[in-house]
């Protein structure tokens, strides 16, 4: 069942433009690819100024809930129903399948498939699926709903 009040087309697609706004700005101003578990790994594993536009990249994700709010001058509202450890475990599992993956979704589902990487649509795709399935599992079949 489809929440009506909760289906915003209008900021769903100002949100997309945006994400593939900026993936395309990364690209062309610094040829790197707009994946946030590659740029996560990244200042992991390096250091130093070249570095630096994964700080800010990061620090954009970040800031942008405030950003949203002085824009628009509400505050998003997020309500997390999960128990801390069924949050750790999904984090843990999510950060296994990038590695697996070799990419996140916003590395392979943005960019990837706007290259037309094939490697990125088999990615996607099995994201897409896997995220399906645990969505059935979890508000179908688990809860007898």
Same mark, same amino acid.
């Given at each position: 069942?489809?929440d009506?009040e909760? &289906?915003?087309?209008?900021?769903? #697609?100002?949100g997309?433009?945006?994400?593939? #706004?900026?993936?395309?700005?990364?690209?062309?101003?610094?040829?790197?690819?707009?994946?946030?578990s590659g740029?996560?790994?990244?200042l992991?594993?390096?250091?130093? &100024?070249?570095?630096?536009?994964?700080?800010c990249f990061?620090?954009?994700?970040i800031?942008?809930?405030?950003?949203?709010?002085?824009?628009?001058?509400?505050?998003?509202?997020?309500?997390?129903?999960?128990?801390?450890?069924?949050l750790?475990v999904?984090?843990?599992?999510?950060?296994?399948?990038?590695?697996?993956g070799?990419?996140?979704?916003s590395?392979?589902?943005?960019?990837?498939?706007?290259?037309?990487?094939?490697?990125?649509l088999?990615?996607?795709?099995c994201?897409?699926?896997?995220? &399906?399935?645990?969505?059935?599992?979890?508000?179908?079949? #688990?809860t007898?709903?």
């Amino acid at each position: 069942m489809i929440d009506i009040e909760s &289906f915003t087309p209008g900021s769903a #697609l100002a949100g997309g433009m945006m994400i593939g #706004l900026a993936a395309a700005l990364l690209l062309a101003g610094s040829g790197r690819i707009a994946g946030v578990s590659g740029i996560l790994s990244g200042l992991l594993r390096k250091t130093g &100024f070249r570095e630096s536009w994964r700080w800010c990249f990061l620090l954009g994700l970040i800031a942008s809930p405030w950003l949203y709010q002085a824009v628009s001058w509400h505050y998003p509202v997020v309500i997390v129903t999960g128990d801390t450890p069924l949050l750790i475990v999904s984090g843990i599992m999510v950060g296994l399948g990038t590695r697996y993956g070799s990419g996140c979704t916003s590395g392979h589902g943005i960019c990837g498939l706007s290259q037309l990487s094939l490697r990125s649509l088999m990615a996607t795709a099995c994201f897409m699926a896997a995220g &399906f399935f645990m969505v059935y599992l979890t508000r179908h079949l #688990l809860t007898g709903a």
